[in-house]
C-alpha cells in the first residue's frame, strides 16, 4: 500500500451518519433508496451483516445529500472500516452448530461476515468498479481507515473514495443462543472522499517525520465524535496511535484578495 504523504489534504463532498437499533436494521434491510438514488436490487441486503446494512445506507443518504451536480459514481472506490462486525452472526452460528451440527450453518456466515464484506456490498450494490478494501476490524478501526484513504487518494483513474465507518455504539452482549438485545444500537459513517484541496470540508492529515519516536497507543478520537462534528458543523481532529494527527476542518470564503482560513462549518 502506498504511503500517506505528508500533510495530505482531502475534500470531504458530502457525509452522512445512520444510527438505527437491531429491530431498526431489520427494516432498512428492505428500505427504498433516498429520493434520487438509484435503488439496491431486490433483497440486496437481507443476508447482510447489521454492520454491512448500517453502513451501506449512510452511503445511501450521503448520495442523496451530495451537492448537484452530482458526478457519476460508478469509478469510486470504496474503503470500508469496521469495528468487530460479524460477531453476532458468528456466535449464532457457533451455538446453531453445536446444538444441531454443520447442516445449521448458514452458507452466507463468511461472505457475509469477512473483513471485505462491507466494501464489496456498497460496490456491488451502486455499480462501482473503483477498488474496494475492508480495512480495521477492531477497536483501531478508525484511523486505519483514515490512513487507507490517505494514503490511496494518488491512485489513477479513481475520482474518490466512499469511506464507511461502523461500530456498535455499546458492544452488545449476547444470550446463551448468541442472541444480542434488539435495542443494541449500530452506527454507520459514510464520507464521499476527493483527492483536490479546494472543497469547503477537508481532512488534512500530517504524517510525523521518519525519526519522530515511534507512538504506540489509542487513538484519541472516536467515531462517535467524528459523527458529531460531522453532522453538528463543528472541528475535529484526533492522533492516531502511530503518531499522526488528522483534522476534520472547514474552509471559509474571505473577502476578495484575503487568503482562506479554517475554521468550523457543518455539512458540505
Not at 18 to 26: D, P, Q, S, Y
Not at 56 to 77: N, Q, T
Request: charged content about 15%.
Amino acid at each position: 500500500m502506498p504511503h500517506a504523504r505528508h500533510d495530505s489534504v482531502c475534500s470531504v463532498a458530502s457525509h452522512a451518519t445512520v444510527t438505527a437499533t437491531l429491530a431498526e436494521i431489520a427494516s432498512l434491510r428492505e428500505a427504498p433508496s433516498p429520493a434520487g438514488v438509484p435503488p439496491l436490487p431486490l433483497r440486496f441486503l437481507r443476508n447482510a451483516d447489521e454492520q454491512t446494512v448500517v453502513g451501506v445506507r449512510a452511503v445511501l443518504e450521503a448520495m442523496a445529500r451530495y451537492p448537484e451536480p452530482r458526478p457519476s459514481f460508478e469509478a469510486f472506490g470504496v474503503i470500508a472500516s469496521s469495528c468487530l462486525a460479524g460477531r453476532i452472526a458468528s456466535a449464532r452460528t457457533l451455538v446453531q452448530m453445536a446444538v444441531g451440527g454443520t447442516v445449521h450453518v448458514s452458507p452466507h456466515i463468511v461472505p457475509q461476515c469477512s473483513l471485505h464484506a462491507m466494501a464489496s456490498a456498497a460496490s456491488v450494490a451502486l455499480l462501482m468498479h473503483g477498488p474496494n478494501i475492508g480495512v480495521g476490524g477492531g477497536p483501531e478501526a478508525l484511523d486505519e481507515g483514515l490512513l487507507t484513504v490517505m494514503s490511496l487518494l494518488d491512485e489513477p483513474g479513481v475520482p474518490g473514495y466512499w469511506l464507511i465507518f461502523s461500530e456498535w455504539v455499546e458492544e452488545p452482549a449476547l444470550d446463551e443462543r448468541g442472541e444480542a438485545p434488539l435495542k443494541s444500537t449500530c452506527r454507520g459513517v459514510a464520507l464521499a472522499i476527493t483527492p483536490d484541496a479546494a472543497g469547503p470540508l477537508q481532512l488534512v492529515m500530517r504524517v510525523p517525520s521518519a525519526d519522530a519516536p515511534h507512538a504506540n497507543r489509542q487513538g484519541t478520537g472516536s467515531l462517535a465524535s467524528l459523527a458529531a462534528a460531522l453532522e453538528g458543523g463543528t472541528e475535529w481532529s484526533t492522533t492516531c496511535h502511530w503518531g499522526a494527527e488528522v483534522k476534520l476542518q472547514r474552509q471559509v470564503a474571505q473577502p476578495a484578495g484575503r487568503p482562506l482560513t479554517a475554521g468550523t462549518g457543518g455539512n458540505a
